[in-house]
């Protein structure tokens, strides 16, 4: 089926060059041929499917697998396969597309070496058309450690004329999009063609798009192209999309695009001007060890980040790797930060070209480097959930008790994170946190309180009084917003271990902008009224819902007499340990 967009595309460049000098009746003959060209047009094989291999240094093929996929080896691995290759292609350009090799590539096409690519964050392309033989089944090899993953197939374009690279560069400022493409052909008079293409805002695709065009100049070429009097900007709580086409000749390509900028102002991170603060986790790939590799579908990656977001998470670090473009893609559409690693100039620069159009890619490092200010924290330890701990446990008849033991020891890691996630939030220089890769043992909405765009935050200077003490506790607010919460409302209530309230009030009543450390007043209570060791629990609540708890101990002067607690049988107290 003809894709709609990149019919008009090509029918209107087509048009523009010849209308001048062609009648009515003509066009509408040229029109109808047209449509039979455009439907031949960019073709595609996919090389998914069964492969012949050979593992080592030998070629003997003696066995099948499917693509793409991997296997369980430290060696190279050859795979083979036959591919008819239509009669019609004989005068295209026939490039090799490999998604996602797991380290370096040769290709072989009908014995012919067709080149060798290193990139393990990018695409691999072949050009392979002066090695095809059209209209006859042509043997096509790969050499690489392990495997394959994603996209395998051979395309056509026009040799005559057609696009090579192009990028996509948002100017926030101007609102303008910088468009430089790299066009090539056998035709000698490149200079004499118009590029065209439309832009439309994604979710909107049924308005008029906004065109725009250009005339090259040579090879390369750069625009600037008008957005229309409303530009709609890209962030984690808006994430807004364009896509754009591109055509020259009858070669047609598109993108997904957002208008965002990232940048960074007295060591305050900035998306689009405003301040913002990364909530992040480690992706290491341990996540994936039972595959031994990363999903390629956009699916895979949505529910990651959704899991993510849920836990009040905006930003993922990939340590030691660089996503697929199905990664990118998702975190697009969701609103996710993300930050890759690279190993060197060369792979950045790949890394940009592939992927930096997608507003989601927010900052590229090289393999271990720590981005300053984002702090790095934990990790700590739980219970291990192994059947070799569960055949001790079950051998010293204590198996009943393993999945108590997981989740104590994981209430215990919720408990450091959240101080350690809080005293993040309070500290001014700290541009945001990093967790390392982990389960979390608590429900979502728990762990939200003291890990989301808006925290309270009780400065507690201790969490065990005499009940001769007063509780003296400023509250501050952390808000990483799109905008200030206005007549923002601050409640707060303490109570005791049997959810008894003992008291609670209004804290506070006023706008709260996008900051951290924005005061909200102090909570004061004596407690002398307490007469027994108690467990208390502070509440507080901005803007009415957003809440956050401390638990925190209140013991009575005085010397407490055993009769006069309520101890168990079972529950030996004593203040000496003699053995």
Same mark, same amino acid.
């Given at each position: 089926m003809v894709n709609y967009f990149a019919f008009r595309a090509i029918i209107r460049n087509f048009a523009c060059n010849i209308l001048t000098i062609m009648s009515r009746w003509l066009w509408i003959v040229t029109f109808c041929l047209l449509r039979g060209l455009v439907a031949s047009a960019q073709e595609t094989i996919e090389l998914t499917g069964e492969w012949e291999y050979s593992v080592g240094d030998s070629t003997h093929y003696n066995d099948y697998m499917m693509l793409p996929g991997a296997l369980r080896t430290d060696e190279k691995v050859w795979f083979r396969k036959g591919v008819y290759v239509p009669q019609k292609w004989e005068k295209q350009r026939v490039t &090799?597309?490999?998604?996602?090799?797991?380290?370096?590539? @040769?290709? $072989?096409?009908? #014995?012919?070496? =067709?080149?060798? %690519? @290193? !990139?393990? !964050? @990018?695409?691999?392309?072949?050009?392979? +058309?002066?090695? &095809?033989? +059209? /209209?006859q089944r042509n043997k096509i090899v790969v050499c690489v450690n392990k495997g394959i993953l994603g996209l395998m197939g051979m395309k056509t374009q026009s040799k005559r004329l057609y696009i090579d690279k192009w990028t996509i560069t948002p100017d926030v400022r101007t609102g303008l999009a910088h468009v430089t493409v790299n066009v090539d052909g056998s035709n000698r008079? &490149?200079?004499? $063609?118009?590029? $065209? #293409?439309?832009?439309? %805002?994604?979710?909107?695709?049924?308005?008029?798009?906004? #065109?725009?065009?250009? $005339? &090259? !100049? /040579? *090879? %390369? =070429?750069s625009e600037d192209i008008m957005l229309g009097r409303e530009v709609y900007l890209w962030d984690e709580f808006r994430p807004r999309l364009y896509k754009v086409d591109f055509s020259f000749g009858n070669d047609v390509q598109e993108k997904i695009f957002g208008m965002r900028e990232f940048s960074v102002k007295d060591g305050q991170l900035l998306i689009n001007g405003c301040p913002i603060w990364l909530h992040g986790t480690v992706e290491d790939g341990s996540r994936f060890s039972d595959v031994g590799y990363p999903p390629m579908d956009e699916a895979s990656w949505t529910d990651i980040f959704k899991k993510c977001e849920e836990y009040g998470l905006n930003y993922m670090r990939f340590r030691g790797y660089c996503p697929p473009e199905a990664a990118f893609a998702a975190a697009d559409r969701i609103g996710f930060y993300l930050q890759p690693d690279s190993c060197g100039e060369e792979e950045m620069r790949e890394i940009m070209e592939n992927y930096g159009h997608h507003p989601s890619l927010m900052m590229l490092t090289p393999y271990g480097a720590i981005t300053e200010r984002i702090e790095e924290l934990g990790p700590w330890p739980t219970f291990p959930d192994s059947r070799e701990v569960r055949d001790r446990l079950d051998e010293n008849g204590m198996g009943r008790q393993a999945e108590l033991f997981m989740m104590a020891s994981g209430q215990q890691q919720t408990l450091r994170y959240k101080d350690e996630i809080e005293r993040n939030l309070r500290d001014s220089d700290k541009a945001g946190f990093l967790l390392p890769p982990f389960t979390p043992y608590v429900k979502a909405d728990e762990w939200r309180e003291f890990c989301s765009p808006v925290v309270a935050l009780a400065k507690f200077p201790k969490y065990v009084y005499a009940n001769k003490d007063s509780l003296i506790v400023p509250l501050e607010v952390y808000n990483a917003m799109y905008g200030e919460l206005q007549n923002a409302r601050n409640l707060y209530y303490v109570s005791d271990d049997s959810m008894k309230v003992v008291t609670g009030g209004v804290l506070s009543v006023g706008s709260i902008p996008v900051a951290k450390n924005v005061e909200a007043g102090t909570i004061r209570l004596s407690l002398e009224k307490i007469k027994k060791p108690s467990k208390l629990t502070l509440f507080v609540a901005v803007a009415g819902k957003l *809440?956050?708890?401390?638990?925190?101990?209140?013991y009575p002067t005085d010397s407490v007499e055993t009769s006069e607690t309520d101890v168990p049988q079972d529950i030996l107290v004593t203040d000496t340990l003699n053995g």
């Open positions: &090799l597309f490999l998604e996602r090799p797991m380290g370096e590539t @040769t290709v $072989y096409v009908n #014995g012919h070496e =067709a080149g060798r %690519q @290193t !990139s393990r !964050s @990018t695409p691999h392309r072949y050009v392979v +058309s002066d090695y &095809l033989v +059209s /209209g008079f &490149l200079e004499d $063609y118009v590029v $065209y #293409g439309d832009i439309w %805002q994604v979710g909107h695709e049924d308005e008029p798009p906004m #065109g725009w065009g250009f $005339y &090259l !100049s /040579g *090879k %390369q =070429a *809440k956050n708890q401390w638990d925190f101990w209140v």
